[in-house]
């Protein structure tokens, strides 16, 4: 079965970066994109942009340029979201999502809770 | 890219109807059909729901349906049950691997 597994919760200084990962199992990682998308509590769905799983290609929001940096291990299925000089707003959950075709997000991970605070 | 407009919320009793907007421009929904729909429950990630309009993954129930006209895309529920109070959202292709998606609409079964 798909599972996209993402790693633990973070709680950076504003100023900081936070690096976040999605371990996948149960599908050919190389065949599809990755998506990230986060949440500010309370808030809407955003989305932060994606990665080509086969040839590392990416594309971000104009809203994310300059600090977001995807990347992909694909030795080990596992996709990377980098998100530089936080600020309070970037409080937010983090979530990694496969997409098959133009634009259905499939499976999502369990989500990573990153809070930015001093 | 601005968000999606959808209704902050919607209700309807059980067994009844309700239908969601997802109004965008020429440039997203109008532009494709490519607009999907997802189901948040508080705490969970969201789950596909809809996808290119009017089509359903397996599992998501025949009471979820799709449409579109012009910029506008929505999504109906019938047959409203307990366990579809969430959050739901829309999401466009927005051309030149571009995504945006909609402001999220809270449904409450009353």
């Known amino acids: 079965q798909v599972q996209l597994v993402q790693s633990g919760a973070e709680v950076k200084k504003p100023g900081a970066s936070v690096k976040v990962s999605c371990k996948t199992s149960g599908y050919t990682f190389i065949s599809y994109s990755m998506h990230w998308v986060r949440q500010a509590p309370g808030q809407r769905l955003e989305w932060m942009g994606w990665i080509n799983a086969g040839n590392g290609n990416t594309k971000y929001s104009q809203n994310f340029q300059g600090r977001l940096t995807l990347t992909r291990d694909t030795s080990a299925s596992t996709a990377y979201m980098e998100l530089s000089s936080l600020r309070s707003e970037d409080t937010a959950v983090y979530y990694c999502?496969?997409?098959?075709?133009?634009?259905?997000?499939?499976?999502w991970g369990q989500g990573t809770l990153v809070t930015v605070s001093s | 890219q601005s968000a999606l407009t959808q209704p902050p919320s919607a209700s309807g009793s059980p067994g009844q109807s309700v239908t969601i907007s997802c109004t965008g421009t020429?440039?997203?929904?109008?532009?494709?059909?490519?607009v999907s729909w997802y189901q948040q429950h508080p705490g969970k990630a969201p789950k596909l729901m809809i996808y290119e309009v009017s089509n359903r993954p397996s599992g998501v129930p025949d009471r979820f349906s799709g449409s579109k006209s012009g910029n506008t895309a929505s999504l109906t529920v019938s047959g409203l049950q307990a366990e579809d109070e969430a959050d739901y959202y829309c999401?466009?292709?927005?051309?030149?691997?571009?995504?945006?998606f909609g402001s999220g609409t809270k449904v409450t079964v009353l």
């Open positions: 020429s440039s997203d929904v109008g532009g494709y059909n490519d």
């Open positions: 999401t466009s292709y927005a051309g030149s691997n571009n995504y945006v």
């Open positions: 999502a496969r997409v098959v075709g133009t634009n259905n997000f499939d499976y």
